[in-house]
């Protein structure tokens, strides 16, 4: 005969994932990657639709890169430079950046000032917006100074990529706190 405290198994789970065996923390940490992922889209079609139509002094802003910078700096370098080089690459694909190379200068702009401010600066918001002013500001720098090489540009509008590096910085601290939010969902990975 049964007992009433027998061992019952659980019910089988019908649904897409239920096959994968996740752990919790493996779904919530999928979810984050998820939520990055579409966060960047958000940002891809904002400033392609509504952004770059509107030109103030011939510039207008860089969403896709702030966004890459500050997942890249708030994740670490272990995951965040993964994350920076197929980020960037899919940013290329999407046709927006001025060319192929912008994958190496995101990539390692992305690891450079992650390390930086790994190494010596604190964890937080002053430390992350100081950092992606700086890659921002290289990054339209270098991007100037390859077009100036290959004649996609003149030396007048430098000051268009210098507002360009300006205005993204205007809209980091929105990007920042959604992303703060978001690496929260699957716990912190990053350890100092």
């Excluded at 919530?28 to 992922?37: D, E, G, I, P, V």
């Excluded at 392609?48 to 860089?62: K, M």
């Excluded at 046709?95 to 190496?104: H, K, L, R, W």
């Excluded at 200068?105 to 700086?134: D, E, H, K, P």
């Amino acid at each position: 005969m049964a007992k009433r405290n027998e061992f019952k198994p659980d019910k089988p789970r019908i649904g897409l994932l239920s096959k994968l065996y996740l752990t919790q923390k493996q779904r919530r940490t999928a979810l984050k990657w998820f939520l990055y992922a579409l966060v960047l889209l958000v940002l891809s079609v904002l400033q392609d639709v509504i952004l770059s139509r509107l030109r103030i002094f011939g510039a207008t802003t860089e969403l896709v890169p702030v966004g890459i910078f500050l997942i890249c700096i708030l994740e670490g370098l272990d995951s965040g430079s993964v994350f920076a080089l197929v980020a960037s690459a899919l940013y290329v694909f999407s046709g927006t950046p001025a060319g192929v190379y912008c994958i190496v200068l995101i990539t390692a702009l992305s690891v450079a000032v992650t390390f930086f401010r790994q190494s010596y600066l604190q964890r937080g918001f002053a430390a992350a917006m100081l950092c992606v002013a700086a890659a921002m500001v290289v990054y339209e720098f270098a991007v100037f100074s390859i077009g100036m090489v290959l004649g996609l540009t003149a030396w007048r509008r430098v000051g268009v990529f210098a507002l360009t590096a300006v205005y993204s910085l205007v809209t980091a601290p929105p990007v920042y706190f959604i992303i703060e939010k978001i690496g929260k969902v699957g716990g912190q990975t990053w350890k100092e």
